[in-house]
C-alpha cells in the first residue's frame, strides 16, 4: 500500500498567515493526489484534485502543486473558517489511501 | 446539486450485522464509482471500497474484504454497504462519496449491547 505522510501534524497560525502543508507519497503516484478539508462533525470536503485542480466553489487563496512523492497545499491569507483538519488521498492504485492529516489551529 | 443521504446513526449489537445506505440525486448515479470511507473517533480516514453503480464491479481494500459488501439499487440510485460481525472495532463513522468529489453526512455506527 502507498504510504502517504503528512507535515505538520498540527499547525498554529494566525488569520492572515500564509502557510504550506506537506504530503509525501511511500513512492511516485504521478499527480493523482487530492486534498480534503474537514471540520469537526463535518464531511471531508474536495479542496484540490490532481495536485494542482482547482474545484468550482473553493476560494482562490487554496492551490496545490507538486508531483510524484512530493505535494503542498497552500493557503494564502488563511482566514478563520480555514480551521479545522487536512488530508491527502491518493488515486494512483488500490487501496486508495489518506495521510494521517495536519490540523490546522488557531494561534 | 448532488447530494448523499445518508442516515445519521445505527446502533447495532455484537456479532450482528448491519446495511447502511447512502441514497444519490442530483447527477446521474451510473456515471461515477461509489466510494465508502470509515472514520473512527478522532482518528484519520480509511478507504474501503468502491462500487461502480452501472455494472455492479466492485474494488475492495483487502483489509475489509471480509468485512464490507457493497451493492447498488439502481432503481433507486442507493448504494448500500452492509458490514458483518460486527465488534467494538467497526464502530466509526461511515461516509458514502461519489468519485470522492462530493459526500454525504456520515452514518455513525455504534455497536454496543
Known amino acids: 500500500d502507498i504510504v502517504l505522510t503528512q507535515s505538520p501534524a498540527t499547525l498554529s497560525v494566525t488569520p492572515g498567515d500564509s502557510v504550506s502543508l506537506s504530503c509525501r507519497a511511500s513512492?511516485?503516484?504521478?499527480?493523482?493526489l487530492h486534498w480534503y478539508q474537514q471540520k469537526s462533525h463535518e464531511s471531508p470536503r474536495l479542496l484540490i484534485k490532481?495536485?494542482?485542480q482547482s474545484i468550482s466553489g473553493i476560494p482562490s487563496r487554496f492551490s496545490g502543486s507538486g508531483s510524484g512523492t512530493d505535494f503542498t497545499l497552500s493557503i494564502n491569507s488563511v482566514e478563520t473558517e480555514d480551521f479545522g483538519m487536512y488530508f491527502c488521498?491518493?488515486?494512483?492504485?488500490?487501496?486508495?489511501?489518506f495521510g494521517g492529516g495536519t490540523k490546522l489551529e488557531i494561534k | 446539486q448532488v447530494q448523499l443521504q445518508q442516515p445519521g446513526a445505527e446502533l447495532v449489537k455484537p456479532g450482528a450485522s448491519v446495511k447502511l445506505s447512502c441514497k444519490a440525486s442530483g447527477y446521474t448515479f451510473t456515471s461515477y464509482w461509489m466510494h465508502w470511507v470509515k472514520q473512527r473517533p478522532g482518528q484519520g480516514l480509511e478507504w474501503i471500497g468502491e462500487?461502480?453503480?452501472?455494472?455492479?464491479?466492485?474494488n475492495y481494500n483487502e483489509k475489509f474484504k471480509s468485512k464490507a459488501t457493497l451493492t447498488v439499487d439502481k432503481s433507486s440510485s442507493t448504494a448500500y454497504m452492509q458490514l458483518s460481525s460486527l465488534t467494538s472495532e467497526d464502530s466509526a463513522v461511515y461516509y458514502c462519496?461519489?468519485?470522492?468529489?462530493?459526500w454525504g453526512q456520515g452514518t455513525s455506527v455504534t455497536v454496543s449491547s
Open positions: 462500487i461502480n453503480p452501472s455494472n455492479g464491479r466492485t
Open positions: 490532481y495536485a494542482s
Open positions: 488521498q491518493q488515486s494512483n492504485s488500490w487501496p486508495r489511501t
Open positions: 513512492q511516485s503516484i504521478s499527480n493523482n
Open positions: 462519496a461519489d468519485a470522492m468529489d462530493y
